[in-house]
């Protein structure tokens, strides 16, 4: 099971933290990916961590304001998203891909990942 938490409301500029916690499995061995998915818009891949924690990735319009980071001891991954954009409003949705123990494999597409949050809702507005 994986729980999203830390989204809500902040102005432009601002900033949040997401949590995925994850239950029943431990992130050793899954890579771990961030998507969102706007009103009438495709999901896409935000950012992702693999199980060693050697490889993140970003997508291109979140480089240098986001970062993805993962806490072992607590079975927890985090998107800290600075300089938010109204852009980046949207319901970020957290996702877990089985690729072996301390895999450095991590990617964006969808197609990786088995488990998914409930979703958390970001706003960006003034």
């Known amino acids: 099971q994986l729980v999203e938490s830390g989204g809500g409301l902040v102005q432009p500029g601002g900033s949040l933290r997401l949590s995925c916690a994850a239950s029943?499995?431990?992130?050793?061995?899954?890579?771990i990916g961030w998507f969102r998915q706007a009103p009438g818009k495709k999901r896409e891949g935000v950012s992702c961590?693999?199980?060693?924690?050697?490889?993140?990735l970003y997508a291109d319009s979140v480089k240098g304001r986001f970062t993805i980071s993962s806490d072992g001891a607590k079975n927890t991954v985090y998107l800290q998203m600075n300089s938010l954009k109204p852009e980046d409003t949207a319901i970020y949705y957290c996702?877990?891909?089985?690729?072996?123990?301390?895999?450095?494999?991590?990617?964006?597409?969808?197609?990786?990942?088995?488990?998914w949050g409930q979703g958390a809702q970001v706003t960006v507005s003034s």
């Open positions: 996702a877990a891909g089985f690729t072996g123990l301390y895999s450095d494999t991590a990617r964006l597409g969808t197609d990786l990942y088995n488990y």
């Open positions: 961590i693999s199980a060693s924690g050697t490889t993140t």
């Open positions: 029943g499995f431990t992130l050793r061995y899954y890579a």
